[in-house]
Nanobody, 121 residues
């Protein structure tokens, strides 16, 4: 069992930055690949970024490449999402998720409760 708790969301102006954190419980954090997803009002939840168990591989949604960076610290059981050059269309609830294997689908095994990111124009 893995419990995930996101933090770091908030209100920021367009062009600004935020860093989201996701703290995981349990001793098996390094056994899971991690993903960040987001869901805007009235839209389906979508994949944003992925990082492998060791942190050696990452993958991003095209629209966030070059602006967002996913990273993890297995010693701290934490995964991060650094978001720069934010745009109003990045506004959404952001979720972290844990899974045994890589996928961009919303079929991850464990999910956090989400943190709101609002980007004003």
């Amino acid at each position: 069992q893995v419990q995930l708790v996101e933090s770091g969301g908030g209100l920021v102006q367009a062009g600004g930055s935020l860093r989201l954190s996701c703290a995981a419980s349990g001793r098996t954090f390094s056994s899971y690949a991690m993903g960040w997803f987001r869901q805007a009002p009235g839209k389906e939840r979508e994949f944003v970024a992925y990082i492998s168990k060791s942190g050696g591989s990452t993958y991003y949604k095209d629209s966030v490449k070059g602006r967002f960076t996913i990273s993890r610290d297995n010693a701290k059981n934490t995964v991060y999402l650094q978001m720069n050059s934010l745009k109003p269309e990045d506004t959404a609830v952001y979720y972290c998720a844990a899974n045994r294997v890589f996928t961009t689908a919303t079929t991850y095994e464990y999910w956090g409760q989400g943190t709101q990111v609002t980007v004003s124009s």
